[in-house]
Structure formats: C-alpha cells, structure tokens
C-alpha cells in the first residue's frame, strides 16, 4: 500500500473535522446543547469517541469550532464588499452576499440558527458572542459612515438584524421564501437612506434581477 502524502493526511483531518462539526450541530439542535454529550456527537458521525478526542477537547470546544465557521462565513461575505466601489453599491455588495452566503450553506445555516438561540449555547460562547456581534456592527457602522449615513451607529443595528432576520426566515422556509425580492428590496431602502431617492442602486436590483 502506498504512504499517504501529507496532503492526504491533511485531507482526511478536514473532512474529520468537517463531518464532526456537522454532526454536532445536529445534535446540538435535537437535544439541546445542555443535554448533548459528546458520544452523542461521535455516534452521529459515525466515530469512535476517542477519535473525537484527536481533534476537539470536548463539546465547548466543538461549540468554538462551530461558531468559527459561521464567523468565517460572515468574514466572506463582508471581503465581498469591501473590493472598491461607490460606498452606497458596497453596501448593497454586503446584503447580497450576506444572503448568497446563507444560500449556498443552507443545511449548515438552518442549524445554526436552531442552535444559536439555546441559552445554554449563549452562555458557553460567553465573550466571544459579544466579541464577534460588536465587530459585525463595527464594519457595518463603517461602510455606513463612509457612504455618509446621519446616524451610522443605529442604522448598523438597524441592518444587521434586518439581515439576520431574512436569513433566518430564508433558512425556515427555502422553497417558498422570496429572497433574491426581499434581499434587493433592502438594498433600494438601504440606498434611500443614505440619498432619499435610491435610483440608482433601484436600477442595479432591476438588473439583477433581469428586469428592463
């Protein structure tokens, strides 16, 4: 039999971690965070407990883990936006990527949002919660000053839930929600905030979508 190569090896560990993390979440979503274990978690992926072991310290650690990913996800979108632009347009970039993001992570996205509203999840992510929220609403408060909004701390807040509301309502309902519509309808309000017309950036959703 012929050595792996340390490519291969490094493979093997992605796809172990990656089908652990997801095997996590499902049962972190089924039982609840504070009644999971973590041989609850290795019989859902299908491993031996220990070998868990090799990667994770125990199921706070998978939690973090989890919770990076998501984070990671987030981080691309907003590195979709920030390539140059007018400041209005990166904006627009920001949602539309947001939700792209959503759509091609759905099964991970729909666990997430199940597992992220346990308190007991809440509690355990403890900081790093607050930490990665309050930078959310830093970049989105920055792309709002930039482009010259009056009040760029609220309207952070303001479209930072509006997006994390669309995406979980996307997420509950896939097939009958109306994403691309709502996602370009909340770039034209976005864009009439900041000029009090959004012509401009109307004409971009219309386009998007194929529209004259």
């Not at 509203?117 to 403890?126: E, R």
Request: with cysteine; proline share 5%; charged share 25%.
């Amino acid at each position: 039999m012929t050595p792996r190569t340390a490519g291969q090896f490094e493979s093997l560990r992605t796809d172990s971690r990656e089908r652990l993390e997801r095997a996590a979440l499902l049962v972190f979503a089924r039982a609840g965070y504070a009644r999971a274990t973590v041989r609850d978690v290795a019989r859902e992926a299908g491993v031996a407990q220990g070998l868990l072991y090799n990667y994770y310290r125990g199921k706070d650690d998978l939690l973090a883990a989890v919770f990076r990913r998501s984070m990671a996800d987030v981080e691309t979108s907003f590195a979709a936006a920030a390539a140059e632009a007018p400041p209005a347009e990166r904006l627009a970039r920001l949602v539309r990527a947001a939700f792209a993001t959503v759509r091609e992570h759905l099964p991970f996205w729909r666990l997430v949002y199940g597992v992220r509203h346990q308190p007991d999840v809440v509690a355990a992510l403890g900081p790093a919660l607050h930490a990665w929220t309050d930078g959310v609403l830093a970049t989105l408060e920055g792309h709002l000053r930039t482009a010259g909004h009056p009040d760029p701390a609220i309207a952070a807040h303001l479209l930072f839930g509006a997006i994390d509301g669309v995406a979980q309502h996307f997420a509950l309902d896939p097939e009958g929600y109306p994403l691309d519509a709502v996602a370009e309808c909340l770039v034209v309000t976005i864009a009439r905030t900041l000029t009090g017309d959004g012509g401009a950036v109307r004409s971009s959703a219309r386009r998007s979508r194929g529209a004259p």
